[in-house]
């Protein structure tokens, strides 16, 4: 049973910066990544970037070079630093966790954030 809470969503200009975060709380067994998906109106939801338990990132590809992932280890906190926003990532942005895929893990999504990009 995991909790994601998630915060830092709104409306900002095109070109400036946002950070959201994701705090993950319950009985967590033991994660294999967190991260971030964004879904548009009309689109498919989509990968934005993941965190593995080891350290390494994957980043979609409308998030390299702008976007930046990192980690609480202390916290089970995932955060996600968006620079340079542009119209294009405005989307609901949601959170996720997902255990190591053995003796029963499990996967969880957050509610979603509004990101908005606009003049």
């Known amino acids: 049973q995991v909790q994601l809470v998630e915060s830092g969503g709104g409306l900002v200009h095109p070109g400036w910066s946002l950070r959201l975060s994701c705090a993950a709380s319950?009985?967590?067994?033991?994660?294999?990544?967190m991260g971030w998906y964004r879904q548009a109106p009309g689109k498919q939801r989509e990968l934005v970037a993941r965190i593995y338990s080891d350290g390494s990132i994957n980043y979609g590809d409308s998030a390299k070079g702008r976007f930046t992932i990192s980690r609480d280890n202390g916290k089970n906190t995932v955060y996600l630093q968006m620079n340079s926003l542009k119209p294009e990532d405005t989307a609901v942005y949601y959170c996720?966790?997902?255990?190591?895929?053995?003796?029963?893990?499990?996967?969880?999504w957050g509610q979603g954030t509004q990101v908005t990009v606009s003049e």
């Open positions: 996720h966790l997902q255990e190591i895929p053995i003796h029963g893990g499990n996967n969880y």
């Open positions: 319950g009985t967590v067994r033991s994660i294999w990544h």
